[in-house]
């Protein structure tokens, strides 16, 4: 069974730069994608990055591009999400998640999550 566990988030001022990383454990293949999605108080959930272990294929969510990088490192099934220039509007829950088919940012497509991380920031 997979299992994924996510770290990082904190509270930092607007402008300021946080790591999330989502260790996992359980991958039943060798090619899958990672996503990074988040859900702000009383917004719907939504897909920041995904990447495909196979090629580092990389897709952002329009609102983070140029700020936001997805990696992975496969010898540790670790999966970042570096964070610049961070403003209010990035306050959310952030969830890893994976997906043995599609890399499709949408929810749907990811069948197992991790319990998320709190991403705060003050302006």
């Known amino acids: 069974q997979v299992q994924l566990v996510e770290s990082g988030g904190g509270s930092v001022q607007a402008g300021g730069s946080l790591t999330l990383s989502c260790a996992g454990s359980g991958y039943t293949n060798s090619n899958y994608c990672l996503a990074w999605f988040r859900r702000a108080p009383g917004k719907e959930r939504e897909a920041v990055a995904t990447?495909?272990?196979?090629?580092?294929?990389?897709i952002y969510a329009d609102s983070v591009k140029g700020r936001f990088t997805i990696s992975q490192d496969g010898a540790k099934n670790t999966v970042y999400l570096q964070m610049n220039s961070l403003k209010p509007e990035d306050t959310a829950m952030y969830y890893c998640?994976?997906?043995?088919?599609?890399?499709?940012?949408?929810?749907?497509?990811?069948?197992?999550w991790g319990q998320g991380t709190q991403v705060t920031v003050s302006s």
């Open positions: 998640a994976v997906s043995y088919g599609t890399c499709r940012p949408e929810s749907a497509f990811f069948g197992n």
């Open positions: 990447i495909y272990t196979s090629g580092d294929t990389t």
